[in-house]
């Protein structure tokens, strides 16, 4: 074989074994995602030393700067299933649209992302604002959002007896923090509002409380109490696990009605296993006429204190809920 020969098939060596290697893998945005919701879950806890907690905030800062420049451009991807070659095409109405719409890292980033997608369906091509329109009995509504913020404050005190003797009491002061959008859909002879929200932060700012380890006799009488020193949020009650609903907002007939779904926490005592889970604060409705909320809209802050521990299983009488929220008009 002349050298040339052997020079060439080096070369087509080389080619093919360069198609074949693999790539290195890369991090999916599931995992960054995962790892990113467990550097915030231990962050929150504060269980960690500072030097350790600043280390991990670093991490969370980098992580989340990496899955909004490489992850980011994945949501709001449509991919349409096809049929095979050779086939005839199924009419668009029977043709399997498979929508993936990934959530942002942060709620701040999320919010924004459905409001801007709310907001350009308001435009029209040739930049004309869009208006309702009918289509045969039904009315079109043009929808806009526009940004709300807030906090929800409980003061609170739970229970739970057996055989009417008290074997769980606490009292806590809760604070959670939330951004959202106001929907505000506009038909040709009303205006309906919507509230869509996401927690952005929950704390616990105090709490006091005890559980009976162990009780004797018929009347349930505790002889051994011990101390709840930890709490902690119910699984689902966070951004990304909660998608929605801290605050939302309906429209009907002449009315507005709020809800507030505060969080689930559950207290623990690192002495033993006592425990006890309290929702003080997850039933609570507002019902407002329409021109009040209107009346929230134009001084673009909401604050009510309203009682919740008589609706609400477990939540003693005497604890209150405070809602705060600001709407930012003209957006």
């Known amino acids: 074989m002349s050298s040339l020969c052997r020079i060439f098939l080096v070369l087509v060596l080389l080619v093919c074994a360069a198609k074949s290697s693999p790539a290195a893998p890369a991090v999916s945005c599931e995992t960054l995602q995962a790892r990113m919701e467990a550097l915030r879950i231990a962050i929150k806890k504060k269980s960690a030393s500072k030097v350790k907690a600043a280390g991990m905030q670093t991490e969370l800062d980098s992580l989340s700067r990496q899955y909004t420049s490489n992850c980011a451009k994945q949501r709001g991807r449509m991919t349409i299933q096809l ?48 208006r309702p329109v009918r289509a045969g009995e039904r009315e079109i509504a043009v929808s806009r959002a526009v940004p709300i913020e807030g906090t929800i404050e409980i003061k609170a005190a739970a229970a739970s007896t057996l055989s009417g003797a008290v074997k769980q009491e606490i009292s806590y002061t809760l604070r959670e923090t939330f951004v959202g959008n106001l929907v505000i859909s506009r038909y040709t002879d009303r205006e309906d509002y919507a509230i869509q929200s996401l927690s952005t932060e929950i704390d ?95 001084r673009s802050k909401v604050q009510i204190t309203r009682e919740v521990g008589k609706n609400t299983p477990g939540c003693r009488p005497g604890s209150t809920l405070t809602l705060e929220m600001r709407i930012q008009s003209g957006q």
């Open 83 to 130: 049929p095979p070659k050779g086939t005839k095409p199924s009419p668009p109405t029977e043709q399997v649209q498979h929508v993936q719409v990934q959530q942002a890292a942060t709620p701040e980033e999320e919010i924004k992302r459905r409001r801007e997608a709310i907001n350009l369906k308001q435009v029209q091509p040739g930049d004309k604002p869009a």
């Open 204 to 298: 616990m700012e105090q709490f006091k409380g005890r559980g009976c380890a162990q009780w004797t006799g018929s009347s349930a009488a505790c002889t051994q109490w011990q101390r709840f020193d930890i709490w902690e949020i119910v699984e689902g009650d966070e951004y990304p696990g909660r998608s929605d609903g801290v605050v939302s907002a309906i429209t009907s007939g002449r009315a507005v009605t709020v809800r507030v779904d505060a969080p689930d926490i559950q207290f623990m005592s690192s002495q033993g296993t006592v425990s006890l889970k309290s929702s003080c604060g997850d039933m609570f409705r507002e019902t407002v006429s329409r021109d009040e909320f209107k009346e929230w809209m134009r």
